[in-house]
């Protein structure tokens, strides 16, 4: 029996596995997409809140991002899927003299990066919000072209327009091997057999790792727990995303949106970080989350909840994605470590992995690999992760 030869292997059918395997088969390139899971977008996908932005400190994601804002944006009405997109922007908030420093401070590598973004004072972000609670508030930074969209509708539609396209999947099958031959990659072993390949795109998102080191190779991604949350629906009030960069007691800091159908979504970034894949939502996520965002914004306080969940944010030491082409074996491609950022990253890495595998680079893709290489020292870390 022959084994089937495919151009490239993506392992994983997540935020960054689909719009790569898209975007690689509209150029011609026909690749096989191999996932542990049962269906595309099972793994940290399904548990992201959808929020996309180009607000970051670090000019390679807000280049990333600022593709990713133009996929989303014009997915309907270039491809006819319906994926919830709406743009409301991001509000970083500032309630104390350092965060206002903080967020002041960035603006103009913000804006020389791309990213149209500026400082609003007090009464500009009331009037942008309404219902925040003005005590204390000395305005904030917004980024008008950020916005949001359904993780798994966006998942669904790359999985479906890539299977027009004549991409392979293959669901419910582990990866258990990267054969090599003179440090080049020619296949892939898995529990259901073997194809061969003369490219590897790892996009393994929490468990990128492990596949790495299939390959006789490390990669710096740990997963940490976040939890998540939906209420009801209830009629439009909060046009952007709202960011609260203050830390408290268990978190770092928190945000939330109404997404389009009109459920207030939240979440999030627990201080001391939850190391590990455990995927169970706890008690003690609700009352400490909720408390925060009625604080901000008390018109919260009678809007009941739906449901909570808990997803997996792959962390590099800097908060920043790992992206490029090894060096010990040939063939073998990282995109991975997006940091909980794999939705609004994946449409712009599946981007550049695209001009990178026909040729295409540009000077600024040239400038985001050497500052998401591999081989980077890791320090630091990303201010807005």
Partial sequence: MSTDTFDVVIVGAGSVGLPTACFLAEQGIKPLVIDQFASAGQGSNKAAIGGIRATHSSPAKIRLCLESLRVFSTWEQARGDNIEWARGGYAFVAYREHERA??????????????????????????LVPALCAEGLLGGTYSPEDGSASPMLSAHAFYRRASELGVTFRFQERVTGVIRRRGMVVGVRTDKGGYATETIINAGGAWARAVANLAGLDVPVVPDSHEAGITEPVAPFLKPMVVDIRPADGSANYYFYQHKPGGVVFCITPDPPIVGTDRRETSSYLPMIARRMVGLMPCLANIRVRRTWRGLYPMTPDGSPVVGRSKEIEGYIEAVGMCGQGFMLGPGVGLLLTRMLTGRETEADAETLKELTPYRAFAGAEALK
């Fill in 102 to 127: 903080a967020l002041q401070n960035l603006l103009k590598a913000q804006q020389r990066a791309g990213l149209n973004i500026g400082w609003l004072e007090r009464r500009e972000m009331l009037e």
